[in-house]
């Protein structure tokens, strides 16, 4: 293929980028906001005189598992402010009260219960969003949405608000009281921002939002107007110091332990609101304490690295600015994925608007376990900026440096959003790295390549997506799991829906679908084939069900093996109290040995169950069989087989105290985790965490030394772990 010339990328961006419309899609006009003469109190009462005015009250409409249907339950809102807050309130109708779904859970925590929410623009530029759901008893979810990204909603920040509600006899209400300072808003005697509401029905296993989300369109999009009058900023200072410790101890023969190590941590993070959309932020030894463990993933014979979400509060907060245009789905999952700053020991950075322009620079010093380059530590430096094109559409720049001693990585990329016809959207981009080595006489050049076309309307779903890098190209910021090849993807999906008299059957939706992917291999010009058929069906009881048969080839160290397999996936809410989730996987697998691979029989069989015995408690199991057998013209036998399982329980007294124990038995690796934690949250920030976990292994002292193979476990390792934080905001 011909080579992209940098200049000749960026002139297309930019005169593609001058044609974008500026016009954004409302319904009836702005809302007023009221302004409210009283004090609120956030007791989910709604007994306030700002909520006896006439309220808000439209047709909320299906985005999911239906487009464009009547969700057939009423619901009334209000919007009102004072100078420093911004509130919401809502009284969601239904006539079957008793079977609304609501718990009393943490943070994020709550999705599958009945919710209504917020979605905001508080800049109104359509290019990110803040989201606010909060659930029949007042708990909460938040997080915010890239316009990069689509329709991905990201719950990893965590905002400071305030939420409350109860269950009547005739529905449920709720109240919200967002502060201004957890916003980036632009002030003045006159501000508009954008808005979306959605509400969740667990009953009828819908999602259904006011204004109306049309197919193949992004909350953006949909947004109508809310008009506050005089919102000034005040000056914010929030200074978050904490203190953690880690107390572990291993074993060191059969009789005895080794001597504990402690581990104390103290740390501070600053953030500053130059305006009210302007904010610089640093922070001193970020916290990494893994109070929430990294996600339940097998790693056993996996071609590509796991990609693990960030849990640091400085580098969760504001990720929509450093969003960069991407191929979903592709082999870049990110191209700032922050957990590649491990360690550092200090970090910074100034985000915000300038007009139509968002941006961001984000500074680093990581500590290396060994001495690179002789220095011990890396410089990380990220610069992002996006102009809005008008609606959701954006073009944008992006720089990426690394430096360790003598190694030097430096990368420059451009991306575009635009959407054609209102359903059709191009997601474009271009990235051009410099990598020079300690030792090496000059820096070797590469480039990386991303365009995806998305496509929606109600009775179908469309994609086409193509992405190249070449084998010089090194994003050190990024999460890349290939280099040097070239991938064509594609998608076609009818979706086949009952008629609006059917809305209350079994079936939903069917959706059948065709997906294939071609990966060229620009080294050893060797092709991966992939061909997905496959139907997705959307039913009742939250239900849903995943048939699909895979046809296709896949080379590894200079083979082709035959990758055939068969697969299914379902899952099912039968009653308010249990979900229920399994899956099976039969087919060819590669056992990808770097000297010797070979091809094989694999199984794979899950299982999940997640009970709630009552609104505070909360139970799940899941079950994993994995296997690998070689065919029987190979000579047969098992490769490797494990059985992993994991079992968890929880009791929330209230929002913001609970206690969480784990087990967690893989007989492959022969051991079993334990995990205790007692967890007090008042507000993102002030936090109180004290847990202990403890590691029993299969294993024996013999000739001075510990070795596997025998049946009894065997306490090897415990730890003690204490957090304490406290977030001071001075106005």
């Given at each position: 293929?011909p080579?992209?010339?940098?200049?000749?990328?960026?002139?297309l961006?930019l005169?593609?980028?001058c044609?974008?419309?500026?016009?954004f899609?409302?319904e009836?006009?702005?809302i007023?906001?009221?302004k409210a003469g009283?004090?609120?109190?956030i007791d989910g009462?709604?007994?306030?005189?700002?909520w006896?005015?006439?309220?808000?009250?439209?047709?909320f409409i299906?985005?999911?598992?239906?487009?464009?249907?009547p969700l057939g339950?009423?619901?009334?809102?209000w919007?009102?402010?004072?100078?420093?807050?911004?509130?919401?309130?809502?009284?969601?109708?239904?006539n079957?009260?008793?079977?609304i779904?609501?718990s009393?859970?943490?943070?994020?925590?709550?999705?599958?219960?009945?919710?209504?929410?917020?979605i905001l623009?508080p800049?109104?530029?359509?290019?990110?969003s803040?989201?606010f759901?909060?659930?029949?008893n007042g708990c909460?979810?938040?997080g915010l949405t890239?316009?990069?990204?689509?329709?991905?909603?990201d719950?990893s920040?965590?905002y400071?608000?305030?939420?409350?509600?109860?269950?009547?006899a005739?529905?449920?209400?709720?109240?919200?009281a967002?502060?201004l300072?957890?916003?980036?808003?632009k002030?003045?005697e006159q501000v508009r921002m954008?808005v979306?509401f959605?509400?969740?029905a667990?009953?009828?296993?819908?999602m259904?939002?006011?204004p109306?989300?049309?197919?193949?369109?992004s909350?953006?999009n949909?947004?109508t107007?809310?008009e506050?009058?005089?919102?000034?900023k005040?000056?914010m200072l929030?200074?978050?110091?904490?203190?953690?410790v880690?107390r572990?101890?291993a074993?060191?023969?059969?009789g005895a332990w080794?001597?504990?190590?402690t581990?104390?941590?103290?740390?501070?993070?600053l953030?500053?609101g130059?305006t009210?959309?302007l904010?610089?932020?640093?922070?001193?030894?970020?916290?990494?304490?893994?109070v929430?463990s990294?996600a339940f993933?097998?790693e056993?014979?996996?071609?590509y690295?796991?990609f693990y979400v960030?849990?640091?509060?400085?580098?969760?907060?504001g990720t929509?600015a450093?969003?960069?245009?991407?191929?979903?789905?592709g082999?870049?999952?990110?191209?700032v994925?922050?957990?590649?700053?491990?360690?550092p020991?200090?970090?910074a950075?100034?985000?915000?608007?300038?007009g139509?322009n968002?941006?961001?620079?984000?500074?680093?010093?990581?500590?290396l376990p060994?001495?690179a380059?002789?220095?011990?530590?890396?410089l990380w430096?990220?610069?992002?900026?996006k102009r809005?094109?008008?609606?959701?559409?954006?073009i944008?720049m992006?720089?990426?440096?690394?430096?360790?001693g003598?190694?030097?990585?430096s990368?420059?990329g451009a991306?575009?959003q635009y959407r054609?016809?209102g359903?059709?959207?191009?997601?474009?981009?271009g990235?051009?790295?410099s990598t020079?080595?300690a030792g090496s006489?000059?820096?070797d050049s590469?480039?990386?390549?991303?365009?995806?076309l998305?496509y929606?309307v109600?009775?179908?779903?469309?994609?086409?997506?193509?992405e190249?890098?070449?084998g010089?190209f090194?994003?050190a910021?990024?999460f890349?799991m290939?280099?040097?090849?070239?991938?064509l993807?594609?998608?076609l999906g009818?979706?086949?829906?009952?008629?609006?008299g059917?809305?209350?059957?079994?079936?939903?939706?069917?959706?059948?679908y065709?997906?294939?992917s071609?990966?060229h291999d620009?080294g050893t010009?060797?092709d991966?084939?992939l061909?997905k058929?496959?139907?997705?069906?959307?039913?009742?009881?939250?239900?849903t069900?995943?048939?699909?048969?895979r046809q296709?080839?896949?080379?590894?160290?200079?083979?082709?093996?035959?990758?055939?397999a068969?697969?299914?996936?379902?899952?099912?809410r039968?009653w308010?109290?249990?979900?229920?989730?399994?899956?099976?996987?039969?087919?060819?697998?590669i056992?990808y040995?770097?000297?010797?691979?070979?091809a094989?029989?694999g199984?794979?069989?899950s299982?999940?169950?997640?009970?709630q015995?009552?609104?505070?408690?909360n139970?799940g199991?899941?079950?994993l069989?994995?296997?690998?057998?070689?065919?029987?013209?190979?000579?047969?036998?098992?490769v490797?087989?494990l059985n992993?399982?994991?079992l968890?329980a929880?009791y929330?007294?209230?929002?913001?105290?609970?206690?969480?124990g784990?087990?967690r038995?893989?007989?492959?690796?022969?051991?079993?985790?334990?995990?205790?934690?007692?967890s007090f949250t008042l507000?993102?920030g002030?936090?109180?965490?004290?847990?202990?976990g403890?590691?029993?292994?299969?294993?024996?002292w013999?000739k001075?030394?510990?070795?596997p193979?025998?049946?009894?476990?065997?306490?090897m390792k415990?730890?003690?772990?204490?957090k304490?934080?406290y977030?001071?905001r001075?106005h």
């Amino acid at each position: 293929m011909p080579r992209c010339r940098k200049k000749d990328l960026l002139l297309l961006l930019l005169l593609i980028g001058c044609c974008a419309p500026a016009a954004f899609a409302a319904e009836d006009g702005p809302i007023i906001a009221i302004k409210a003469g009283e004090p609120i109190m956030i007791d989910g009462a709604l007994d306030e005189a700002v909520w006896r005015q006439a309220p808000i009250s439209r047709e909320f409409i299906t985005f999911h598992p239906l487009v464009g249907r009547p969700l057939g339950l009423a619901t009334d809102i209000w919007v009102a402010y004072s100078g420093k807050t911004l509130y919401f309130a809502f009284k969601c109708h239904d006539n079957r009260p008793g079977e609304i779904k609501t718990s009393i859970a943490k943070r994020d925590n709550c999705s599958k219960d009945d919710w209504i929410g917020v979605i905001l623009d508080p800049l109104d530029n359509r290019q990110s969003s803040v989201e606010f759901y909060v659930n029949p008893n007042g708990c909460q979810t938040d997080g915010l949405t890239s316009a990069v990204d689509g329709v991905n909603f990201d719950p990893s920040p965590d905002y400071v608000w305030e939420s409350a509600g109860r269950i009547a006899a005739d529905g449920y209400t709720v109240e919200m009281a967002i502060p201004l300072e957890s916003l980036r808003y632009k002030s003045g005697e006159q501000v508009r921002m954008g808005v979306v509401f959605m509400r969740h029905a667990a009953r009828l296993g819908a999602m259904s939002a006011w204004p109306e989300l049309k197919a193949g369109e992004s909350q953006f999009n949909a947004m109508t107007g809310i008009e506050y009058r005089d919102l000034r900023k005040g000056l914010m200072l929030e200074v978050l110091p904490n203190f953690t410790v880690n107390r572990d101890r291993a074993r060191a023969s059969d009789g005895a332990w080794g001597r504990g190590e402690t581990d104390p941590l103290l740390g501070v993070s600053l953030k500053y609101g130059i305006t009210s959309s302007l904010t610089a932020e640093a922070t001193i030894r970020p916290d990494f304490s893994q109070v929430e463990s990294d996600a339940f993933q097998v790693e056993v014979n996996q071609r590509y690295p796991i990609f693990y979400v960030e849990k640091r509060p400085f580098f969760m907060e504001g990720t929509n600015a450093i969003d960069f245009g991407l191929v979903a789905g592709g082999m870049m999952s990110a191209a700032v994925y922050s957990r590649s700053i491990a360690d550092p020991e200090w970090a910074a950075k100034v985000s915000g608007t300038a007009g139509k322009n968002l941006f961001a620079v984000l500074a680093a010093d990581e500590r290396l376990p060994e001495p690179a380059g002789g220095s011990g530590h890396a410089l990380w430096g990220v610069a992002r900026v996006k102009r809005s094109l008008g609606s959701d559409n954006s073009i944008g720049m992006l720089y990426s440096g690394r430096y360790a001693g003598e190694d030097k990585n430096s990368v420059l990329g451009a991306d575009l959003q635009y959407r054609f016809f209102g359903k059709l959207r191009l997601t474009a981009s271009g990235l051009f790295s410099s990598t020079q080595l300690a030792g090496s006489e000059k820096a070797d050049s590469g480039f990386g390549l991303n365009a995806m076309l998305l496509y929606g309307v109600p009775t179908l779903d469309a994609s086409l997506a193509y992405e190249r890098y070449s084998g010089d190209f090194a994003m050190a910021s990024s999460f890349l799991m290939r280099r040097d090849f070239e991938q064509l993807q594609f998608f076609l999906g009818p979706n086949l829906t009952p008629r609006a008299g059917q809305f209350a059957g079994w079936v939903k939706r069917v959706q059948p679908y065709l997906r294939g992917s071609l990966i060229h291999d620009l080294g050893t010009r060797m092709d991966d084939r992939l061909l997905k058929t496959g139907v997705n069906v959307y039913t009742r009881w939250s239900g849903t069900l995943k048939l699909e048969y895979r046809q296709g080839r896949e080379a590894w160290n200079g083979v082709s093996f035959r990758r055939n397999a068969a697969c299914m996936q379902a899952s099912l809410r039968p009653w308010s109290w249990l979900s229920l989730g399994a899956s099976a996987n039969f087919g060819d697998r590669i056992y990808y040995d770097p000297l010797a691979p070979f091809a094989g029989r694999g199984r794979t069989l899950s299982f999940a169950a997640t009970v709630q015995p009552g609104v505070r408690s909360n139970l799940g199991l899941e079950l994993l069989y994995d296997a690998l057998e070689r065919r029987p013209a190979d000579g047969g036998g098992r490769v490797y087989a494990l059985n992993i399982a994991n079992l968890t329980a929880a009791y929330q007294f209230n929002r913001f105290f609970l206690v969480r124990g784990a087990l967690r038995y893989n007989d492959y690796e022969r051991n079993l985790a334990t995990d205790l934690l007692a967890s007090f949250t008042l507000i993102p920030g002030t936090v109180v965490h004290l847990g202990y976990g403890s590691l029993y292994e299969e294993g024996a002292w013999r000739k001075e030394t510990w070795q596997p193979g025998n049946d009894r476990l065997l306490n090897m390792k415990n730890s003690l772990f204490f957090k304490v934080s406290y977030l001071w905001r001075v106005h």
